[in-house]
């Protein structure tokens, strides 16, 4: 409880603090330049990364946030994440139907049904599809009847 206390404060104290040469809150990015801490998220201010048919990505310097976001880095290769989207139906309610966003095959030959509503489970971060809540979710939604359940898998990304 102390150390969570003494970073709160800290972080408190960081967005509160002043610059005598100002007359406001010291911006957080300005100070970390001014301590010369070697923060990763540095390197990509005000670059931009394309991702093909997903679009591009500009990390600015308002993209940044020291509570919320304090990490500014381009997300990892699609080959890394492997996001998988796995469909259960009351047709097939344990036993998932690989489905690819490129393939339009795997939805065709699926048991996915275009006239039912269709839910998504996605997972945290630091967190799988494999997470009991992901299962319990599932089987609770399925219990309901005439609905596509596709649990997003992206823990390439997440751990």
Known sequence: MLSFLAS???AISIICSVDPGLA????ALNWARMDNINLPWLPYENMTRCYGDLGCLNIT????HLIFRPFNVFPLPRSVINTRFI??????PTDGQLLQAETKDTIMKSHFNPDWATKFIIH?????PLSN???EMRDELITRGALNVIVVDWAGGSL
């Open 61 to 64: 310097k308002e993209w940044y």
């Open 8 to 10: 709160s404060l800290l």
């Open 87 to 92: 469909l259960y139906t009351e047709k097939n």
């Open 124 to 128: 945290g971060f630091i967190d799988t």
């Open 133 to 135: 809540w992901v299962s």
């Open 24 to 27: 406001g809150p010291l911006d």
